[in-house]
T-cell receptor, first 115, second 114 residues
Framework: DTAVSQTPKYLVTQMGNDKSIKCEQN?????MYWYKQDSKKFLKIMFS???????INETVPNRFSPKSPDKAHLNLHINSLELGDSAVYFC??????????????FGPGTRLTVL | QKEVEQNSGPLSVPEGAIASLNCTYSDRVSQSFFWYRQYSGKSPELIMSIYSNGDKEDGRFTAQLNKASQYVSLLIRDSQPSDSATYLC??????????????FGTGTRLTIIP
């Protein structure tokens, strides 16, 4: 029944490693997002995809590469992890009908810790 | 100047009182505004959205928008301990498409005191 799901929930890794986070939504939404929430709880958009096409890339380092195999899935691959990448990463989805009222539904988050 | 500004708090309100949360934004072309609630360790969830000047009420929650002053607020009436959370204001500039780019404020931490 989970609307937006992410795996894994926790990720602890060493600097320099490569890791991936997966996201799936079963709401039939056209748009999916990746957000980063830092230790001060600031939530910032990283990427947005609409029907598998990238529509927003918020000056994220190219070590971060999103991939959308279909409109229900959006994965995030991170190369050469750095200490500053430690954060909670949220996936979200929304319909693409009306910017005034479209609700973004967030996944449970993935807490990434880089040692 | 930050795009979306909120007082970080913490804001402490007695149970049963009205909690007032404020948000200002810098981009005059912003067209729609959202309040999200985030409990500690959880994901944000939408409380209310508003895009027309004035008040919008939903149960104990009222959102107020004043585009001339670039100000949006959230009032919570009859505050309950379960309202204790961080409240995030989000602004969408609007486009011909959807809500593809929300800009969030840093959030206000609200504590309801029993």
């Amino acid at each position: 029944d989970t609307a937006v799901s992410q795996t894994p929930k926790y990720l602890v890794t060493q600097m320099g490693n490569d890791k991936s986070i997966k996201c799936e939504q079963n709401l039939g939404h056209d748009t999916m997002y990746w957000y980063k929430q830092d230790s001060k709880k600031f939530l910032k958009i990283m990427f947005s995809y609409n029907n598998k096409e990238l529509i927003i890339n918020e000056t994220v380092p190219n070590r971060f590469s999103p991939k959308s195999p279909d409109k229900a899935h959006l994965n995030l691959h991170i190369n050469s992890l750095e200490l500053g990448d430690s954060a909670v990463y949220f996936c979200a989805s929304s319909p693409f009908r009306d910017y005034r009222t479209d609700t973004q539904y967030f996944g449970p988050g993935t807490r990434l810790t880089v040692l | 100047q930050k795009e979306v500004e909120q007082n970080s708090g913490p804001l402490s309100v007695p149970e049963g009182a009205i909690a007032s949360l404020n948000c200002t934004y810098s981009d005059r072309v912003s067209q729609s505004f959202f309040w999200y609630r985030q409990y500690s360790g959880k994901s944000p969830e939408l409380i209310m959205s508003i895009y027309s000047n004035g008040d919008k009420e939903d149960g104990r929650f009222t959102a107020q928008l004043n585009k001339a002053s670039q100000y949006v607020s959230l009032l919570i009436r009859d505050s309950q301990p379960s309202d204790s959370a961080t409240y995030l204001c989000a602004v969408n500039r609007g486009s011909n498409f959807g809500n593809e780019k929300l800009t969030f404020g840093t959030g206000t931490r609200l504590t309801i005191i029993p």
